[in-house]
């Protein structure tokens, strides 16, 4: 059983990963989506009430079953972790699950050979389609830095998880270009400071 | 038996991290360093004669068990696979071991306190020691990004991968920026293409 079998419709199509099965079912707390809190419930292994980055990064599985970079959970524990807890609350769990949601209907929409992952072409197009048209010299450096290294040389889908950091990472380096490039012609002026700090906030 | 087994006086030093075992003893080529050799086939899991980013990456392990990302992974490829034939071969794995090595050293110098891994203090005084006097509010970044999280918000140690990934974006963010940087006054000129280009190499 998967994230999936929540949408029975997509239940025939390739795994692309997401939260892994709650174990057991459990009561929710008056007025919370059932469903939903069944989902916390079970990535809240400890039962402390609030999701640890740890329990996050056991939760979350890609479509082949590998497990979310590292970065990738930190990337999410600091979207969704808007009180600063370090931990995310049954509240802050439901904007985690409907991003995730949205960005598997994303992955989903761009596999347009149904492999089950994300090729690089398949990266490609979903970067232009968001408005980002990178040259091919960028485009292929997108590709070799987030698809997986295979074993015999050819190119393996580029999973879940670093597909979303990607989207995310071009994302954030543009909308940080683009605010110091207030004259539009493409070049910007910029210190060190400020130069590394855009890498380093860059999930 | 870790890989401190190699250096009889390190066997009594925390654990920092490094290859697994080898299972089992193996005969070497004519030339070849015996020791060198056998960590060499044992890493070559399906004894193929070249060492993949799956098989590296199941080799190496954090002083904590943990593995290590597949982004540094994919740095010691791209660093080591000099004949970018996808794996990596003896020869060249001689030049990973020692890499490693060397880092492994760094790694146990700037560990202070011998608690077995690198905290914030610690990376910001190896980062210095570099030459890279990064502001606070830099400082503060780079432990953000490179530390794991934790489960009670206690802020915990930075695995070797980790801080070896730390230093070696620092390095190579900072070298492409010196080199536009030329008449040394701290601030840069740079087009998009350009910076998404450096943000997209840095591993």
Redesign the interface.
């Known amino acids: 059983m998967t994230a999936w079998m929540l949408w029975p419709d997509m239940a025939r199509q390739p795994n692309y990963g997401g939260f892994r099965a709650p174990p057991q079912s459990m009561g929710p707390p008056p007025g919370a989506d059932p469903q939903l809190w069944q989902w916390f419930v079970s990535v809240d292994a400890d039962r402390s009430g609030a999701i640890?980055?740890?329990e996050l990064k056991q939760a979350l599985v890609n479509g082949d079953w590998s497990q979310f970079?590292?970065?990738t959970?930190?990337m999410l524990?600091g979207i969704f972790d808007t009180d600063r807890?370090?931990?995310i609350g049954f509240e802050e769990f439901s904007g985690l699950w409907k991003y995730i949601s949205d960005w598997q209907g994303v992955y989903r929409h761009f596999d347009a050979d149904r492999s089950g992952s994300i090729d690089g072409h398949e990266l490609q197009r979903a970067l232009s389609s968001f408005g980002y048209n990178?040259?091919p010299?960028?485009l292929r450096?997108?590709v070799?830095?987030y698809v997986?290294?295979?074993?015999y040389?050819t190119p393996g889908g580029i999973t879940f998880d670093r597909f979303v950091r990607a989207c995310v990472?071009?994302k954030t380096?543009?909308e940080n270009?683009q605010r110091l490039?207030t004259d539009h012609d493409?070049?910007?002026?910029?210190?060190?400071?400020h130069?590394?700090?855009?890498?380093?906030?860059?999930p």
Chains 1, 2 share one sequence.
């Not at 997986?148 to 074993?151: I, L, S, Y």
């Not at 130069?195 to 860059?202: C, D, E, G, P, Y």
């Open positions: 640890s980055a740890e970079d590292l970065d959970v930190k524990m807890s370090g931990t990178l040259s010299a960028l450096l997108v070799d830095k997986p290294p295979t074993e040389g990472v071009i380096i543009t270009f490039d493409g070049w910007i002026q910029i210190n060190y400071e130069f590394l700090k855009i890498v380093l906030t860059a």
